[in-house]
């Protein structure tokens, strides 16, 4: 049974970083094309895909966010860390972590955290 | 970046209706297209995969179609739980860009 959680301040001022932590279990992220990905959503509004990292260490990040975010995973903890630099008002959303399975006919995410909602307000 | 741009943004429908979403790519993505539903305060749940592949456990009134850039996702007969926000994703190539929702009301 696969499950992840996220972890992390639900409040933080701008500029500060914000660093998300997403633990998981029932897979392991060594198992060849397995990946975690990030996604928000601000308060009523849409999805936004952020980050994935990949069981070779492969990353790929959001094109217009990209110079402000880290995603690194630490095999032996289950675990996957997510930083987003310089925070401000506007990155207000709830942020998911997600299982991606090895791509067979097509990337997706399968399993999903319940999500943690990140405020930034001074 | 590839965008995703679903249609309609939101709709009315009844118990038993078919009802029809469609998603548009700004460009050719192939087949490399999923579709997620939400619920208030839940975290999305994968529906399709590759444009028509349902996912495990769920039901066979949902349905997928398209390739290329245009994309339809189908419920026949609408069922109360059916009600939520849906939303099209393409992983043709990353960043892998979301729709911006459809939302399903009575």
């Known amino acids: 049974q696969i499950t992840l959680k996220e972890s992390g301040p639900t409040l933080v001022k701008p500029t500060q970083t914000l660093t998300l932590t997403c633990t998981f279990s029932?897979?392991?992220?060594?198992?060849?094309?397995?990946?975690v990905g990030w996604i928000r959503q601000p308060p009523g509004k849409a999805l936004e895909w952020l980050a994935v990292?990949?069981?070779?260490?492969?990353?790929r990040y959001s094109s217009s966010l990209m110079s402000r975010l880290t995603i690194t995973k630490d095999t032996s903890k289950n675990q996957v860390v997510f930083t987003m630099t310089n925070m401000d008002p506007v990155d207000t959303a709830t942020y998911f972590c997600?299982?991606?399975?090895?791509?067979?006919?097509?990337?997706?995410?399968?399993?999903w955290g319940q999500g943690t909602l990140v405020t930034v307000s001074s | 970046d590839i965008q995703m741009t679903q249609s309609p943004s939101s709709l009315s429908a009844s118990i038993g209706e078919r009802v029809t979403i469609t998603c548009r790519a700004s460009q050719d993505i192939s087949s490399y297209l999923n579709w997620y539903q939400q619920k208030p305060g839940k975290a999305p749940k994968l529906l399709i995969y590759a444009t028509s592949t349902l996912q495990s456990g769920v039901p066979s009134r949902f349905s997928g179609s398209g390739s290329g850039t245009d994309f339809t996702l189908i419920i026949s007969d609408l069922q109360p739980e059916d009600f939520a926000t849906y939303y099209c994703?393409?992983?043709?190539?990353?960043?892998?860009?979301f729709g911006g929702g459809t939302k399903v009301e009575i």
């Open positions: 029932g897979f392991s992220l060594n198992s060849n094309g397995v990946g």
């Open positions: 994703q393409q992983s043709y190539s990353t960043p892998h860009t």
């Open positions: 990292i990949y069981w070779n260490d492969d990353k």
């Open positions: 997600a299982h991606s399975p090895p791509r067979g006919s097509s990337r997706r995410f399968d399993y």
